[in-house]
Every structure is written in C-alpha cells, then in structure tokens.
C-alpha cells in the first residue's frame, strides 16, 4: 500500500529507488564494501529502503 505511514517491506511498494537498490545490493556482495551508510532527511525512505 503506497499511502500508509510505515517502512516499506518489498520491492514493488518502493517507488523510484532502482538506482539506489542496486548500489546496496552491489555494495553488499562486494566483500571490500566494510560499511553501508544510509543517510538523508526523515521520512525519505531510508527504512524502507533498508528493509
Ligand atoms: N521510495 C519510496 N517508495 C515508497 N514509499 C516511500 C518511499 N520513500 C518513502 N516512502 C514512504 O514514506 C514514509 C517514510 O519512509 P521511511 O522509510 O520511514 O523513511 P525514513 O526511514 O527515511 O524516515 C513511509 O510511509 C514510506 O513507506
Ligand atoms: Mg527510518
């Protein structure tokens, strides 16, 4: 559901975030990658797109 307050859980809920999924996903099968920073203003998808 796209109006409801909380994190998004899946792939298909999380709109326009392609580009930065696929950056995560890259960094986290690359075993020189030791850390993962998320970072940006409340409410702009950080959880979501960590769940
Ligand atoms: N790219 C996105 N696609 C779908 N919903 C989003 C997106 N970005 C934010 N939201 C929605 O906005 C709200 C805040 O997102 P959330 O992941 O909790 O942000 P943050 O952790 O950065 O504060 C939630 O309702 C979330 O589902
Ligand atoms: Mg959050």
Redesign the pocket.
Known sequence: M???????ETKE?????DEELNTIIKALRDPSVRLIIIK???????????R
């Open positions: 796209i109006f409801d307050p909380w994190p998004k809920d999380l709109f326009d975030f940006g203003l409340r409410r702009t998808g950080k959880s979501s797109i960590l």
